[in-house]
Structure formats: C-alpha cells, structure tokens
C-alpha cells in the first residue's frame, strides 16, 4: 500500500485557485498542467478530469465539518446547530469566490452538482453530520420524535445558509438567516416554514428526502455479515451495553454505509487505525523500548480479522496502522529516537509473520517538514481544537469523561513511576492538563487522517459507545479494558495468555521468557 502523498491536495487548493481566477468553464487539464508545471501524464494519474479536482475540494470540506461538528460542545439542538453551521461557513469561506462561479453546476444534475451521483459519499458524510448535530444535543432526539423529518428539514437549511453566502457578500443578511434559523429550533412549529425564505433551495430539495435518508442504507446482506465479523472484536465502553453480545439495527445502520462504499466497488475495505505509538516509558508496566509478544499477538489479530472477511468478501480488507507516537511523544515522555526503533521494529515484524493485510505509517510518512517538530507543529496548527472546547466537552459529554478518566490513569501512572520528587496529588493534578492535551493531540491527527484516508473506516484500541462511528476493538485478551501492548506486558498461564502490567506479572512469580536476547513475554508455565 502506497504512504500518503499531499501533492494531489496541492494540485487541488492550486487549480481551484486557476478556476477562480480564471473561470472554472475556462480551464482545461492541460491548463493546469501547464499552470502548475505538473506533467499531464501525472496530472492524470491523481484526476481523470477536471471534475475529480472539485469533488476532492468538496470532500475535505466535508469531512473537515463532520470531525468539526463532533468536537462541538453538549448544547441545546438551536445552538449546536447555529455553531455547526458557522463551522461550515468558516471551511467554505476561503472558495467562495470559486463557488459563486459554479453556482449553476451546483444546483443542476452535472457531475459536480449537490444531487449527482458521483457526490453521494460526500452527501453521506454531510448527512451523518447533521445526525450527529441532532444526536449529541440535549433536545434533538426529543424532537426528531415530533418531527421525523428533522434531518432533512436541517440539511435543506444548511445549503439555504450556504447559499445565501456563495450567491451574497452581506454579513448582516447571512447573520439574519442564521438568526432566523437558529430561533426556529426553540419553536418547532416554525421550521417547516423558514425553507419559504430561501426559495433557490427550492431547486435542491429532491436531495433532502430520497438521497439524504441518513437510514437509508443499502442493507446488503453482505455488508452486514461483514459488520458481525467486525463486532465480534468490537471493545465497548459499557461492558453491560446489550450491544456487545447482540449487535442491535443501529449499530448496523451506523457503519453498513461506510463498509458498502467499499463492496458496491469490489474493493478491498480499507481500516485505519492509530496506534502503536511506543512503549510506555513505565518500567512497572513494559519490558522495554522495542515490541514484544503483546505487539506480535496485536498485529496478528489484526491480519486475522482481514483474512476472515477475506473468507466472505474475495476483494479482502487491509489495515493501515497510523502510529500516533510522535503527535504526543513530548507530551509522556518518549522521544523520537524511541518511536523510530519502535515503529522499525513493528515494520519487520508484519514484514517477518507474512502479515500482508497490514502496513504502517508515521508521522514523516503523511507529512512533511525540516524535522518532526515542524510536522507535529503543522497538523496541531491547522486540526487541533481549542482547549477549552476540548474541556468543555469532556465535562459535558460521557464518552469523552471516560476517555479522559483512561488517559488521565495511564499519564498519573507513568509520571509517578518517574519518581519525580511531587507529591501524589501533585502529579494527578498536572497530569490532568497532560491527558487533556494528549486528547487534543490525537483529535487533531485523527482529523489529519481523515483528510489523508477520507473513506477508510476509523478503528481505535480505545473502548467506545456502540453508537460511536469509531469503532473499538479489542486486540489482546487483557485484565483491564484499557491496557494495550505497549502499557502491559504478556503472561501465559494454564488458560492462554492475558496482558496485564508487568509489576504484577512478577509478582505472581511469572518467569520472564527470551526471544532473541531480548524480554519478550512472561510464564507461568513450565517451558
């Protein structure tokens, strides 16, 4: 699998530049070509045509407001709303210029309009947004009983908003609209009246009942034997969720869009997952510096959960690990060199066990930059959010605590193994600011690789809701719902092997195991 390469995001911020200064309909392939003084030949091998360069604009932009709108704090369903929809309005505002060109491509049934057939994945990703918005607010659930149509009354809104802003320079007129709409959602019966406001969304409105059924998915039996395959590893954040053993109509709904975008295809489905950052500097807890049995067991549950879907889907999976080491290496104390040996090693290891399902990326793969300051610096500046909405929500929302309380438990962990001469309240208290940094730092890679892998299906080692769209998963068999391999170590016993720290390995006597010349697992068996 090829590592990231930015330059078709260059090309793309390039020639929309091209097409708003020049006229989209007035620029062909081989302006750009000679524009940007790219080869024709390789021009096309990143776009088939001038189209495709719109469609990835349309993409980012998107996918940008979907991870966006998840970070806005827990509110009531008008202000969440408002808030989402200025979001929109801030990642639309640099190409406004360009979109007021294309206005009439937009609305009519052309490659590029909002109800083509070539945009409904990004539709799909608008649409789940909107979801989200209504979900993650106090109110909306509530009313979307009243109000079945709600989603679709609030995307029709959102294009009337985009509208009026791509067709008008008037910042009172767009703060009216937003105003209007905003006060709508805390009387109900007014929003089926405020889309006679905006009569050009009048032209769009076939996209708001058929292509915008957020539940309309294809239910292909095949794309839900996949899911089950999927769930079985699934690692849920409420151990009591009816969900783990009993998979329920929206945990399927969530994902079964996502997983038949790949298999409408026959293409192989693509999972991202960061992790694998380095070992935890804990002495208490790891062998050492460089991945042990508990990565080996790790990577190879991975390859298993590919090869089986394999077994029902012939095109296959395959899985890009995204080590997120260096985004927060200074924030728990590993250093570059570290997560470099580290990542070699994880390299060799799928190389060495044939595990052809998986490759992993770092930070110098996806990125560029004179060093890796520079490239941590680059995807904070442009995806970090800021603090205090990060601890806003943490504050507001469940899952979000308990991502926060995992995290916060490790960092205390380690920085008392450190023996720094703090108190133990002391050290909590400043590791509180760390985990809510640390949190920070994997939203913004999380965002940087949803631009980087827009279609992939988003895994995680951490625990989630079953209502999440990131699914959990579990890799190892481990005492704690939270360990992983590089905060634990492995111990064999008379019923396999759990990850558990390595203090209590040994304190239950386990005997520390070798592979060559290094501490690779711990016993309790006679070997």
């Avoid at 509110?75 to 009439?104: C, D, H, M, T, W």
């Avoid at 905006?198 to 957020?214: C, H, Q, R, W, Y």
């Avoid at 909590?428 to 994997?442: D, L, N």
């Avoid at 989630?464 to 992983?484: C, F, H, M, V």
């Amino acid at each position: 699998m090829k590592s990231y390469n930015e330059k078709p995001y260059k090309i793309c911020r390039d020639a929309i530049a091209m097409f708003s200064e020049q006229g989209y309909e007035h620029v062909s392939m081989a302006d750009i070509s000679r524009g940007l003084e790219i080869p024709e030949a390789e021009l096309y091998s990143y776009f088939g045509k001038k189209e495709d360069i719109v469609l990835l604009l349309y993409q980012q932009i998107n996918t940008n407001w979907q991870l966006s709108v998840e970070a806005i704090p827990h509110k009531k369903l008008a202000r969440r709303f408002e808030e989402g929809l200025r979001i929109k309005l801030k990642l639309v505002e640099p190409y406004v210029n360009f979109l007021s060109q294309i206005i009439g491509f937009l609305i009519q049934a052309t490659q590029i309009g909002v109800n083509s057939p070539r945009t409904s994945h990004i539709r799909r990703i608008g649409a789940e947004s909107i979801q989200g918005i209504i979900d993650q607010s106090r109110d909306g659930q509530k009313l979307q009983k009243k109000l079945p149509q709600l989603a679709s009354i609030m995307y029709f809104l959102h294009w009337a908003v985009l509208f009026t802003r791509i067709q008008r320079d008037d910042q009172d007129k767009l703060e009216e609209v937003l105003s209007i709409i905003s006060s709508s959602f805390n009387q109900p019966r007014k929003i089926l009246w405020v889309n006679r406001l905006f009569p050009i969304v009048g032209k769009i409105s076939l996209i708001t009942e058929n292509a915008l059924d957020i539940k309309a998915t294809s239910r292909n039996s095949l794309d839900r034997e996949i899911l089950k395959v999927i769930f079985n590893i699934r690692k849920l954040s409420d151990p009591k969720d009816p969900c783990a053993n009993k998979p329920c109509e929206s945990c399927f709904e969530l994902h079964e869009a996502s997983i038949n975008f790949f298999t409408s295809q026959n293409k192989a489905i693509h999972f991202i997952l960061p992790a694998f950052p380095a070992k935890s500097p804990n002495s208490s807890k790891t062998l050492g510096k460089l991945p042990d049995l508990g990565e080996e067991i790790a990577l190879k549950s991975l390859e298993s959960l590919c090869q089986e879907i394999e077994s029902i889907y012939k095109a296959g999976a395959q899985v890009t690990i995204c080590s997120d080491g260096r985004i927060f290496s200074e924030l728990v104390g590993v250093s570059d060199q570290d997560i470099t040996a580290y990542v070699s090693e994880i390299s060799r290891m799928i190389r060495e066990f044939g595990l052809d399902h998986l490759h992993i990326v770092n930070l110098e793969d996806l990125s560029s930059g004179k060093s890796f300051g520079e490239m941590r610096e680059k995807i904070l500046s442009e995806h970090a959010e800021p603090l205090e909405d990060l601890k806003l929500n943490i504050k507001n929302k469940a899952e979000m605590t308990h991502l926060f309380n995992g995290i916060h438990r490790f960092i205390s962990e380690d920085r008392m193994a450190l023996g720094e001469p703090k108190s133990k309240t002391q050290v909590k208290k400043e590791s509180k600011e760390i985990a809510i940094k640390v949190i920070q730092h994997s939203n913004a890679w999380t965002r940087f690789l949803a631009n980087v892998y827009p279609e992939a299906i988003r895994l995680s080692i951490h625990p989630y809701p079953s209502n999440n769209r990131k699914i959990g998963i579990q890799l190892t068999k481990a005492e704690d719902n939270w360990l992983t391999p590089w905060h634990g170590v492995i111990t064999l016993n008379q019923n396999g092997y759990q990850l558990m720290k390595r203090k209590k390995a040994e304190e239950m006597g386990a005997a520390l195991i070798r592979k060559d010349n290094r501490a690779y697992y711990y016993s309790m068996l006679q070997e």
